[in-house]
């Protein structure tokens, strides 16, 4: 094949690719009163956004070190997803090490109240947004798993599903790693903040069936077995849930991969919230 034939293949493959998936990605500017300052986050809105009707909402969180533009970069096909399924995905920024916390040690830390209160209002203030919790959910990867479990929990007047991919479901192991003890103070000195704010602790929150919940986590990965436990206690709890393992460690290939399963579990809950409410 010629060089002009491969060239002309490719430039129809590219425009095809654009027509199919004309996803929408914004970096938007957010004000936080309560932290005083302004943050960025994505968001991606899907072609049929422009139909006019309103949209499920996906709030996506990053990880430790992380920032609002993790997902769209390194895994970019949530785009595809976001067309695919008419959902918008919301990125926010959680800051380096906030856990998502509103820190009891630090006022300059309150991602809690942002992420769940600020931003959500803001969503819903610029974009056609579904304004219930039966078209809106949580998830994210490592700190940001923990984040989406904790902020559902704490919220389920807000978030109708949650899921979490390498969450660190359990802090209380990890007393001295990934600046916890920054937002909660160190754990001998200051227990009683680590007991209460764990996930693995706040499954008396829950009432079986009040919030739709998916648990994925890799064999390989360090946070395997506090998900292992977190599991234990659903079942224990008779808390219905989704859990999924796999071979894969702590990384971007896994993510990447366990994004697909967390969006079409939030378009299945989106899809179902809607057939009921309606009936």
Known sequence: MSYRKIFTLLTLFIAISDFVFAAKVDTVETVSVVMNKKIKAVVITPDAYTSGKEFPVVYLLHGYSGNYSDWIKKAVAIREYADLYKMIIVCPDGGYSSWYFDSPMDSKWKYDTYVA??????????????????????TGLSMGGHGALYLALRHQDVFGAAGSMSGGVDIRPFPKNWEIASRLGKYAEQPENWEKHTVVNMLHLLTPGALTLLIDCGTEDFFFQVNEELHKKLLERNIPHDYITRPGAHNWDYWANAVQYQLLFMHNFFQKSTKVNKG
Not at 117 to 138: F, H
């Open 117 to 138: 209160d600020e931003l959500v209002k803001w969503v819903d203030k610029t974009y056609k947004t579904v304004k219930s919790p039966a078209g809106r959910s949580i």
